[in-house]
Nanobody, 126 residues
Framework: QVQLVESGGGSVQAGGSLRLSCAAS????????MGWFRQAPGKEREFVSA????????YYADFVKGRFIISRDNAKNTVYLQMNSLKPEDTAVYYC???????????????????WGQGTQVTVSS
């Protein structure tokens, strides 16, 4: 069983920054692929970013490229999402997710993840 706990959400003005953290349990965290998704009211959950365990390759949704950075610290069992130049349309609940087995090209799809955190609210005001 893997538990994921997000933190770092909050309210910020447009143009500001936040850093989300996701702490994971499990002795083999370094072998998990990790992803961030978000869900705004009335909308479906959407992919934001992901990072693999094997090569540390990163993936981003087009709408966050150049603004968000995903990283991981395997020694701390934590994945981060640095969010810069935030926009009101970034307002959503942000979820981290873990996939415990290798897959190729699957990390942008939510159903391919095995575990999910409870989410953290990010609110960006104009």
């Amino acid at each position: 069983q893997v538990q994921l706990v997000e933190s770092g959400g909050g309210s910020v003005q447009a143009g500001g920054s936040l850093r989300l953290s996701c702490a994971a349990s499990g002795r083999t965290f370094s072998r998990y692929a990790m992803g961030w998704f978000r869900q705004a009211p009335g909308k479906e959950r959407e992919f934001v970013s992901a990072i693999t365990w094997r090569t540390g390759s990163t993936y981003y949704a087009d709408f966050v490229k150049g603004r968000f950075i995903i990283s991981r610290d395997n020694a701390k069992n934590t994945v981060y999402l640095q969010m810069n130049s935030l926009k009101p349309e970034d307002t959503a609940v942000y979820y981290c997710a873990a996939r415990t087995t290798y897959c190729s090209g699957c990390l942008t799809i939510s159903r391919n993840y095995d575990y999910w955190g409870q989410g953290t609210q990010v609110t960006v005001s104009s």
